[in-house]
């Protein structure tokens, strides 16, 4: 037998519809695993081995949202881990509307995290006043101290005016190629 279209199961299941998810009667009841989540993206999707109690010959993709997992903190699934979820048929074909780990506890996520969300230090970490890192110009128990250019930390002058800075560009931009002097003998087998 071919498998059944996802339109066809929900409307066995239950009667799924192109209602909103509020419409709790267009819901259905499903449980499998992840088969696979981008946690940079927040988003994957869900293999169904059986909807309502009563397995599948073959298992269906439904697609799942971390704003749908049902967990503390960064949303996200691992790939295997058994869920629990509620689903509802729409026009780009089956979509998770809470997900939730066996018997409806909170799902585990995924040990990966974003590069973005990795935690950096980061330049306002560092005190704009005194230049201390753990606190902030507003906290600075020192009083109001001269402005400093970023680059070279004279009081002289701002960034947009450093000559270190403006020297270090020049030099990324305009690479010097060092030649060795040559000898009058290679120099006339270069012009041959």
């Known amino acids: 037998l ?7 199961l929900c409307t066995r299941a239950g ?5 909103g998810e509020d419409d709790a009667s267009a819901l259905s ?27 599948l010959q073959q298992p269906l993709d439904v697609f799942v949202h ?7 903190g960064f949303r996200s699934l691992r790939e295997g881990e058994a869920v629990e979820f509620t689903f509802k048929s729409s026009s ?18 995924s040990e990966r995290r974003p590069k ?9 970490d560092k005190c704009y006043n005194c230049g201390a890192l ?10 109001p101290q001269p402005k400093k250019c970023h680059c070279c930390q004279s009081i002289s002058h701002m960034v947009a005016k450093c000559p270190v800075r403006a020297q270090q560009q020049h030099l990324h931009h305009h690479p010097q190629h060092q030649h060795q002097p040559s000898s009058p003998g290679t120099r006339e087998a270069e012009q041959s």
């Not at 971390?66 to 503390?72: F, I, N, V």
């Not at 780009?92 to 996520?109: F, I």
């Not at 990795?118 to 330049?123: A, L, V």
């Open 2 to 8: 071919p498998p059944p279209h996802p339109h066809s």
């Open 15 to 19: 009667g799924c519809d192109q209602g």
């Open 29 to 55: 009841r499903g449980s499998g695993f992840c088969k696979w989540f981008n946690v940079r993206m927040g988003f994957g999707f869900l293999s169904m081995h059986s909807t309502d109690g009563a397995p």
């Open 66 to 72: 971390q704003s749908k997992l049902h967990m503390e």
């Open 92 to 109: 780009k074909g089956l979509e998770s509307v809470h997900v939730s780990g066996p018997s409806g506890a909170a799902c585990l996520g």
């Open 116 to 124: 973005a969300s990795q935690k950096r230090r980061s330049k306002s």
């Open 134 to 143: 753990g606190h902030h110009a507003k906290e600075c128990q020192l009083p």
